[in-house]
């Protein structure tokens, strides 16, 4: 006989399955630990207490978090916050080059906050051109442009500092 | 061409990193926070339940309040008709004597409040 699900075990469960993601595209927006811990903890707080979207979707739950971060970025252009915290990490530990990494870092970081979403969604996620043109409610070529010139800002970056 | 080409060697690039994922604290943030921020069914309840023993301690002081009333207000009537039929029993215990019983009795026990009635002094100048 199995046993009811406690609501502890629920939130469990969907921390896991959707936590690690929605904090990675969180950090990459924010650009900081803190803030997008910040971000992850409201949307799951507010999720869980609507009742209504438990069984959400990743996308519902990614566009809640994307709405979360722009709001922090709002706050925050009151109230500056800085974090030297790294946002990278190598996918294999054998690979990591800590000079490269750190200089994609600062790449990353010269971008805006928009740049960051849309990189992220495309390079980690791996969410086509058009998929991220409905997912912003945008044209696909204004995505695929948007993208090339983040792209060529952290190349030109990445050309400065190696 | 060589656009595509640099776009895909920064792709590559990127992509030997990954950013970096959440501390493991922030799962006990979560759900400690939802703990806390669940509504409290008792809490919930509270006000109602309040304002219902409320409710109840005033209708039974109220009932107390009318039972002491009604014996006292008992006792009192069954000792003014004991006070009624002595008077009347020493005056003949007819009829009319029991009516100035009454009268008797009723005075007695309320006595008329001189202060209600100006007692109007009349002098002879004459």
């Not at chain 1, 006989?1 to 075990?9: A, L, Q, W």
């Not at chain 1, 706050?75 to 750190?102: G, Y």
Request: with cysteine; charged share 30%.
């Amino acid at each position: 006989m199995s046993r009811p699900v406690e609501p502890g075990d629920r939130v469990g469960r969907l921390y896991d399955q959707f936590a690690p993601s929605l904090y990675r595209y969180a950090l990459m927006i924010l650009a900081d630990h803190g803030a997008a811990a910040d971000a992850v903890q409201q949307v799951f707080v507010g999720m869980l207490r609507a009742r209504s979207a438990i069984d959400s979707d990743e996308r519902y739950l990614r566009r809640a978090v994307r709405n979360e971060c722009y709001s922090a970025l709002r706050r925050r252009r009151r109230k500056p916050e800085q974090s030297d915290a790294p946002l990278l990490e190598a996918v294999s530990p054998e690979a990591d080059n800590p000079d490269d990494r750190v200089a994609v870092e600062q790449a990353m970081r010269a971008l805006t906050p928009e740049q960051r979403d849309l990189v992220h969604l495309k390079v980690y996620e791996g969410w086509t051109f058009q998929e991220i043109a409905d997912f912003y409610g945008e044209s696909k070529n204004t995505i695929a442009s948007r993208y090339r010139y983040a792209l060529e800002r952290m190349r030109n970056k990445l050309s400065w500092t190696t | 061409m060589d656009d595509v080409n640099n776009m895909n060697d920064i792709e590559e690039q990127v992509r030997r990193y990954r950013p970096v994922g959440p501390p493991d604290a922030l799962r006990a943030r979560v759900i400690g926070a939802n703990q806390r921020g669940k509504p409290n069914r008792l809490l919930e309840w509270l006000p109602a339940a309040v304002a219902a023993g409320v409710a109840v301690a005033f209708y039974m002081l109220g009932a107390g309040a009318r039972a002491d009333a009604d014996a006292f207000f008992s006792e009192a009537q069954q000792q003014r008709a004991a006070l009624v039929d002595q008077v009347a029993g020493s005056l003949g215990d007819d009829p009319l004597a029991r009516q100035a019983a009454e009268e008797i009795v009723g005075a007695a026990l309320n006595p008329p409040d001189v202060l209600d009635d100006p007692v109007v002094v009349t002098t002879n100048h004459d």
